[in-house]
């Protein structure tokens, strides 16, 4: 997905991925880093500032890849960590991207929030609030859309919230209820800021539960898009707990690693747990309260959400402005959750959604 923001090179991966064992995650762990090792020494040496800056973007995302895996209480978590931060900072500052870091009080500690003001004119267009999901940091919200928000004069303000990131590394475990940590992420946005004429919400993956939840009372929101969609996350929960539990799909790291995100994330002992955990992880009892025009995302592959959420979530949205449904198939290779491998296809709905729906193409 990083690709095109320049977050990843295809050869660089190609040959690193021939060194990891299958299904050993500390093989896993050491191609990767040894890759964004590597990498860094080149965005050390090198004197073009752009492809110093593209090069230490490159060894953030292989750092950030190399420690998805680990377990929680992996003692490599804290080092891999500060390495992934700092040189996420230096790619955007060698890059000369703008932006500024945002600390947002909440429940007695502070969630993180990135504003990156778009070109002149940018005012004219809506703010493009972006949240990730199941297994997110704020770091890779810029890589996966925010470049292309900004390479098409948007402004954005991405953020993470409770169970993600760095507030999750601070005992921050998730909470169904999204719309706090988003309203409190705009009060201290706006706090000093002029508010923007309008503000569309993007939720990506479990995202697709978390930015809906929030613009069903957030009113503060002009648009909304779930991208993937996400209407019941209870339902994902209980798929990915069976495969976890089955001794033959259970023999990869898949289900197995998502079943200790989700302990990790909420803060549990057990798979029993989960569950009932993610059970008020729907969408249901609040869709009706939803009133802004609505995107929703889905690929018809997808491995984690099952496709006829996408058509619940639609038929749900009865008091929507507008209710638009893109499903990707095989054919245009944006099947898979999120469009991965095809991140082309997302910027392409998403902004053309935007145009359309805010009257940009008018402009």
């Known amino acids: 997905m990083g690709i095109p923001a320049g977050s990843a090179d295809t050869n660089e991966v190609l040959e690193m991925m021939t060194h990891i064992v299958d299904g050993d995650v500390q093989s896993w762990y050491a191609a990767w880093s040894g890759l964004g090792d590597r990498v860094?020494?080149?965005a050390e040496t090198n004197h073009d500032q752009l492809s110093s800056g593209q090069a230490h973007l490159r060894a953030h995302n292989y750092q950030r890849t190399a420690e998805f895996l680990l377990p929680p209480n992996d003692p490599k978590r804290a080092g891999s960590w500060e390495k992934l931060l700092t040189r996420y900072k230096k790619g955007l500052d060698r890059l000369g991207v703008k932006w500024e870091a945002i600390a947002v009080p909440y429940h007695g500690g502070t969630l993180r929030a990135h504003y990156f003001p778009g070109v002149p004119g940018a005012a004219e267009?809506?703010?493009?609030?972006?949240?990730?999901?199941?297994d997110s940091i704020l770091e890779e919200l810029y890589p996966m859309l925010g470049k292309a928000a900004l390479d098409r004069g948007y402004s954005l303000l991405a953020y993470e919230g409770p169970g993600q990131g760095q507030a999750l590394r601070d005992g921050m475990k998730f909470a169904h209820e999204w719309e706090k940590p988003t309203t409190a992420v705009l009060d201290e946005f706006l706090r000093m800021?002029?508010?923007p004429k309008q503000i569309v919400l993007i939720g990506m993956s479990m995202g697709g539960y978390f930015a809906p939840r929030a613009a069903a009372f957030e009113k503060r929101i002009n648009g909304l898009v779930a991208w993937d969609q996400c209407?019941?996350?209870?339902e994902?929960?209980?798929?990915?707990?069976?495969?976890?539990?089955?001794?033959?799909?259970?023999?990869?790291a898949d289900f197995v690693w998502t079943a200790g995100n989700a302990r990790w994330t909420l803060g549990l002992e057990s798979n029993d747990e989960i569950a009932r955990a993610f059970a008020p992880y729907t969408l249901a009892p609040v869709a009706a309260r939803i009133t802004q025009p609505v995107l929703i995302m889905a690929g018809e592959l997808d491995h984690g959400i099952p496709l006829h959420q996408a058509t619940d979530f639609q038929k749900a949205l009865v008091?929507?402005?507008?209710?638009?449904?893109?499903?990707?198939?095989?054919?245009?290779?944006g099947?898979?959750?999120?469009?991965?491998?095809n991140s082309t296809l997302v910027h392409a709905t998403i902004f053309d959604w935007l145009d359309g729906t805010f009257g940009l193409d008018q402009l």
């Open 236 to 252: 994902c929960a209980r798929l990915f707990l069976r495969a976890a539990a089955d001794p033959v799909l259970s023999k990869g």
């Open 335 to 341: 099947a898979e959750h999120c469009q991965t491998g």
């Open 319 to 333: 008091n929507a402005k507008s209710v638009t449904l893109k499903v990707f198939d095989r054919a245009s290779g």
């Open 231 to 234: 209407y019941d996350f209870g």
């Open 193 to 195: 800021r002029a508010k």
């Open 125 to 134: 267009k809506p703010l493009i609030m972006l949240v990730g999901g199941f």
């Open 40 to 42: 860094l020494a080149l």
